[in-house]
């Protein structure tokens, strides 16, 4: 089989070319390097260089030590993401980035609160970000072979992210919430800050029409558990929007398992360490195998879909540098749900074509299996449509599909 898989030889041009979703990407960890420079100039905030080249050796580097050194350039990009001109153009030119890879879905995540101020509201901050991606949808979609159904549209959902914790020097807006809350614990003013996102992205998603399709989890792990965001979820899920958490990327199945149980969640973002028997606080070995058994086949049949980010994975967590020991391969063995994502375009210096064709080269992934794993990023999307129009949307997607085999492959 590998020999005529390797026969089949999966480019880089025929992943490129195949539409793709890519269902975990952070608006603040995407943008254009030119972009931020440009940004940063025009608002005054420091960077440690102000080139490309200068800025690639610094901070947006090929390999980190750390998790703490990968967040580090989160900082300059949030800074420059203050308002709703930069908002706007970061989105749009996400958008166009994405589609020029081959990307026709894209669900861009971030967290409104980061970037909130006294004179730029939640609903603002939406609002920007919306305006952008509309805009970039409207003109990919304008071209002759979208309108003529030759190819499949571009389309896009928004998810908004709570985090797991959070201080004063986060943002203005978590500044004011931490000073308006000085009698409660940090827990509580986790779930505060959470519930209050909760409420915010279904009174906007539902009175300005915005497509808000899910409610993340993001932030540190270890420490800042699940439940206290129980109550947003509860309200999230009442209020028929989908649920995906980061879990499993730095802390254990544990983290996992919470995510499912107590905050309903459709997808898992990472899920790295599922399998790792060593991160479960069971006594003996068998219950913690067991319980690993027990979550993974849940997930694999229930179609919890895990968001995989290998470049992302590999930078975060050290004990991962060489990419073949990544629980992807055990994953797919097992039949578990997986989509290829890139999580942060500029700060993993990745693209979706990159991350497909990493995984198709690691994990020696055939045509089949390729297919199959695009196939089920539409499908266990959150597309904002409704079902039939979501129905037909990836009928047409495989369709384009199989005609760019067919142009790739003719022997
Ligand atoms: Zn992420």
Redesign the pocket.
């Known amino acids: 089989m590998k020999t005529s898989d390797k026969m089949y030889g999966i480019s880089e041009d025929f992943i490129r070319a195949v539409p793709k979703t890519d269902l975990?990407v952070?608006i603040d960890g995407s943008l254009r390097l030119s972009t931020l420079i440009e940004l940063a100039k025009e608002l005054k905030v420091k960077l440690p260089s102000y080139t490309v080249e200068g800025l690639k050796k610094l901070v947006f580097k090929e390999h980190y030590q750390s998790l703490i050194d990968y967040l580090r350039g989160f900082k300059y990009t949030d800074d420059v993401m203050q308002n709703a001109e930069a908002l706007e153009r970061i989105a749009y030119e996400l958008a166009l980035d994405c589609f020029a890879d081959g990307v026709r879905y894209i669900e861009p995540?971030f967290a409104p609160q980061l970037h909130a101020n006294k004179d730029f509201s939640i609903e603002d901050v939406l609002e920007a970000t919306n305006r952008g991606l509309a805009k970039a949808k409207k003109e990919i979609n304008n071209s002759k072979q979208i309108k003529d159904g030759k190819e499949p549209p571009f389309a896009y959902g928004i998810i908004g992210c709570a985090l797991r914790m959070f201080n004063e020097h986060y943002s203005d807006y978590y500044d004011n919430f931490v000073h308006a809350h000085l009698f409660s614990t940090d827990d509580e003013r986790f779930a505060m800050a959470s519930l209050e996102l909760a409420k915010a992205l279904i009174r906007i998603r539902d009175a300005f029409g915005i497509p808000i399709v899910a409610f993340d989890l993001?932030g540190a792990e270890a420490g800042y558990p699940a439940e206290n965001h129980q109550a947003s979820y509860q309200y999230v899920h009442k209020n028929f929007l989908k649920k995906t958490v980061?879990a499993g990327?730095a802390y254990g199945a544990a983290s996992i398992f919470q995510a499912i149980t107590d905050l309903h969640a459709d997808r898992i973002?990472?899920g790295t360490y599922l399998f790792d028997e060593t991160k479960v606080e069971l006594p003996t070995k068998d219950e913690r195998k067991k319980y690993i058994y027990d979550l993974s086949q849940y997930i694999a049949d229930s179609r919890i879909t895990l968001e995989i980010?290998l470049t992302?994975n590999l930078q975060t967590n050290p004990e991962l540098r060489d990419i073949s020991k990544h629980p992807c391969k055990k994953m797919l063995d097992q039949k578990l749900s997986v989509t290829f994502c890139t999580?942060?375009r500029l700060i993993s210096n990745t693209t979706s074509t990159k991350e497909f064709k990493l995984a198709a080269d690691t994990f020696g992934l055939n045509r089949e299996q390729l297919k199959d794993i695009i196939a089920y990023g539409f499908k266990r999307s959150f597309y904002p449509g409704e079902y039939s129009e979501k129905r037909a949307y990836v009928r047409q997607v495989l369709n384009f599909y199989e005609k760019l085999e067919n142009k790739f492959f003719k022997a």
């Open positions: 975990h952070h995540r993001a980061h990327e973002g990472h980010s992302s999580d942060n």
